[in-house]
């Protein structure tokens, strides 16, 4: 139960630092364009610029996706070595 518990934990902790950046640019984007739509309730800004805020993280994670992606295999990799 206990290793169980612990390549729980381990696995957590590799999927939040892998999707942090996205998370942190979400709550910023979403925050920011919740302002502005606070700022000009006659406009419907934050759904006219949901598309771009879309875009956007799409265009990030083509750019971070593979460096993501080796991290993770990098952990996954670690931990067959010290599981086998």
């Known amino acids: ?47 006219a610029l949901m598309g771009g805020s879309i875009l956007v993280a799409l265009l990030a994670l083509l750019v971070v996706g593979p460096s993501l992606l080796s991290h993770f295999v990098a952990s996954y990799a670690s931990w067959l070595e010290s599981a086998l």
């Open 1 to 47: 139960l206990s290793t169980i518990g612990d390549t729980l934990g381990d696995t957590s902790l590799v999927a939040l630092q892998a999707s942090s950046p996205f998370i942190l640019y979400g709550i910023s984007v979403n925050f920011a364009l919740g302002l502005v739509g606070k700022l000009t309730p006659q406009l419907q800004v934050y759904f």
